[in-house]
């Protein structure tokens, strides 16, 4: 046998064993069970809000629960599995009363949420650290560079010990008169967890908070 016929199948060879070993090469880790998406999926939240008014100099805190409740799931006019999530909300004074109709899917790689009558892209696969990209695509908002901050961290919220979360940066703009800070944070197999706003206008020579608003929204029980 010649010396290139060998040569041929030597290479053959090494071309084989490296497709096995790209066959058999374990799939990277995607992240779709940080927005799990089924059925019967409940999570209740436990949300802290307090509005700055400087019509009458008042601050106004208020205190409630949300639950979001995935009630079922069809089949988009464009063929996307899609799932309903019907919001609620509980107060002090009223028990759970209907608030909102939310839509969520996974398509192309991107996990979107409609909410009130906007769609968002909440996160985009695989996740990896600081990976980026544009929340308000398919909306009519300007354009926010989410960005993921930290990947896989334990966290605890309350009495709620969670293994692995996701910390995204949607949004922060800080300067004199205006702080505007958007954050979300997501755990596998529970989807949000953690929503933090602050949206106020500051005086500008001594920084007091003039008006706007602060939310906070965090895990509370999940089933």
């Not at 006019?77 to 002090?92: F, V």
């Not at 759970?96 to 192309?108: A, D, E, S």
């Not at 896989?152 to 205006?178: K, M």
Request: glycine residues 4%; hydrophobic residues 35%.
């Amino acid at each position: 046998m010649n010396k290139s016929v060998i040569g041929i199948l030597w290479l053959g060879c090494l071309l084989l064993l490296a497709c096995n070993k790209l066959e058999n090469a374990p799939k990277p880790a995607m992240g779709f069970n940080y927005f799990p998406l089924k059925e019967s999926h409940v999570v209740i939240y436990n949300v802290d809000s307090t509005v700055y008014s400087d019509f009458n100099n008042s601050i106004t805190n208020y205190l409630f629960q949300l639950k979001d409740t995935v009630t079922n799931k069809f089949t988009d006019s464009r063929g996307n599995e899609t799932y309903r999530i019907e919001r609620y909300k509980k107060t002090a004074t009223q028990d759970w009363f209907f608030q909102k109709l939310i839509t969520r899917k996974i398509i192309n790689y991107r996990a979107e949420e409609v909410i009130d009558n906007k769609t968002y892209v909440r996160l985009v696969f695989p996740i990896t650290l600081q990976s980026n990209w544009n929340g308000n695509l398919y909306n009519d908002l300007e354009e926010w560079r989410h960005e993921v901050k930290e990947l896989d961290v334990p966290l605890t919220i309350g009495t709620n010990r969670l293994d692995s979360t996701i910390s995204i940066q949607q949004y922060s703009e800080i300067n004199l008169i205006r702080e505007d800070i958007y954050d979300e944070t997501y755990a596998k197999n529970i989807g949000l967890v953690i929503k933090e706003v602050k949206a106020i206008d500051k005086d500008i020579n001594t920084g007091r908070t003039k008006r706007g608003f602060t939310y906070k929204m965090q895990l509370a029980s999940w089933k």
